[in-house]
Each structure stands twice: as C-alpha cells, then as structure tokens.
C-alpha cells in the first residue's frame, strides 16, 4: 500500500477526549487507528470550548484541563504517536515512524486575550492561534461578531508577542477588519487554518481572493475545511472540495495551500470525506486529474511543515 504524507492543520478531537473518548479509536473522526495510509502524518489539535459557558476568571484552569487531557491522551498512545513543539520534532517523530502531534488555541480569549500568557502557550509547544473564535473578544471583533471591530490595541501587542515567540496568527474566524489590520502589521506568515474560498461559496467563514493572496504574500497557508456549509451545495462531494482547492492553486497558491478539516468540530462533513481514513481518496482524486507528487507532498504536508517554527 502506498504511504501518503499527510499534515492537517486543525480538528477537534480533543472536545471528545475531555468527555471520556480515545485519540486511540473510538468514533471520533480524526483517530490514530485510522491513519495508517499516511507516513509522515502529523496532526494539530485545537483546545477550544465555548468560553459561552466558562466564567472569565475560570478559563485559565479550563484551558489547562485541556492541555492536561490532550498530554494525557498522547501519554495513553505513546507506542503511535508523540507531541511535536515544531517542524524539528515533526521530522524526528517521522523518522522514528509515529505521528507527530500538535496543538493550537482556537480562541485568544481560552488564555484572557493576554499577552503575558503567551509565554505558557509557548512553552506548551502552541503552533497557531485563532485571535478570535464566532464571538469577538477584546483583540478583535470575529467575522460572526461584530464583524466591523479590527485589532484593538491589546490586540496589537498579543500580535507582536506571539509572533517573538513564534507562534503563527489564525485568520480563522476572524473579522475581515481585523484581518487586513494583522496583514498589514504582520512580520512572520499569517495562517488560516481551517477556511475555504469566498469565491466560489460567499460565507463569512471562507477567504476572499484578496485574503487569499495576503496570506500567500506573507508565506503562510490556507487549510482546506470539510465542513458542508463552508463548501456550498448539500451534499457537496469531493469534486467541489477539489474545486475551492484549485480556485486558490489558480491564485498562485501551489505554497499556500494545505488541509484544515476541521474533523470532529463540524457535521455534516464532504461526502466522501467522512474521516481521516477517507482522506486517501482526496489524494488519489488528485493524482487522477494529473497533480504530480510533487504538487500533492506540498498540499498534503510540505506547505504545513514549513510554516512551523524550528
């Protein structure tokens, strides 16, 4: 059986694990017993919940419980897989034949939007975090709240922090005001984790062309979500996942793009693309329609791996 190199950019699996599922098996999406066609594989894990629910003052040791689960869970599968705090790691955890495991924070607002936190995120091996989730927060308006609100000025100074600690910006989510004042201060590639094309599905969640370009322009990348609604018509298969990823190759995106499923965070998913063991099939679609296994390694993992500090 042929190896495919495989890096996505974002799930949720760790919401499941918190309740008492497996990263192991078990019926989330993005399960380790389910990856092996891929060799690299590595896979980044959002902590996030709905800060709807957590207290301000009680998010700190919330954010933390999850960290804690998400070690724990590595712990459990230390025979398959290991924790990687950058592209160094990821290539030791490939020669020692394990998947190599990530993490990002969807939401500033999981460490109080704080500068000062950013110093434990760092520490923890954080790659990506998404300024915002749907609700604004005080970085950001996101583009479901207060869509008009840009970077405040606390938000400025969680930029630059972040980025002297080398932890890449999340568009994600974020408000289209707010992207363009973090494009514009940005001095290290921006990141979208988990977003689609504008273009071809006028959601709020998706990319414009512009966006599109400007995370290119500042060597970052755009993962590929699965999710139905950011794809456009019910019942959206492969073919029209294939076609928000050539609308943006179209753009100059052969370094920009990547995958960002979103598995176990959203339902219902691309048909054909249910979990990660159907993600063979996007590869093999690829090569059907003449991507070289230069253009697939780059989509697949390569495009991903750079973006990551040492």
Known sequence: MERIPYFDAHCDTLLGCIRG???????????????GAFSPF?????LFYNTDFVPPEQ???????????????????????????????????AEAGKAAALLSIEDAALIGCDPAALETAAAWGVQ????????RNLLSGSCAD?????????????VREAERLGIRMDVSHLSERGFWDL?????????????NSAALWPHRRNLTD???RAVAASGGVVGLNVYQDFLGEPGAGIPVFIAHLEHFLELGGEDAVGLGTDFDGCAPVCAGLEDVGAMPRLWEAL???????????????????RVLRP
């Not at 804690?68 to 955890?93: I, P």
């Not at 990506?128 to 609700?135: A, D, G, L, V």
């Not at 008009?148 to 100074?157: H, M, Y």
């Not at 090569?287 to 791996?305: C, D, T, V």
Request: charged share 25%.
């Open 59 to 93: 998010r700190p040791a919330e954010t933390a419980r999850y960290h804690d689960c998400y070690l724990r869970e590595l712990q459990r599968c230390g025979d398959l897989a290991v924790h990687c705090t950058g592209r160094d790691s990821v290539l030791r955890a």
């Open 183 to 195: 494009a514009e201060m940005a001095e290290r590639p921006i990141v979208a984790s988990h977003s």
């Open 42 to 46: 590595a896979q980044v894990f959002a």
């Open 210 to 212: 512009d966006q599109f």
């Open 128 to 135: 990506f975090i998404n300024i915002t989730w749907n609700h």
């Open 21 to 35: 599922g497996s990263l192991r098996s078990g019926p989330a999406a993005v399960a380790l017993d389910r990856t």
């Open 287 to 305: 090569r059907a329609r003449g991507y070289s296994g230069e253009l697939l390694r780059k989509l697949f993992f390569e495009n991903w791996l």
């Open 146 to 158: 207060t869509p008009e609100q840009g970077l405040t000025d606390r938000g400025r100074a969680f």
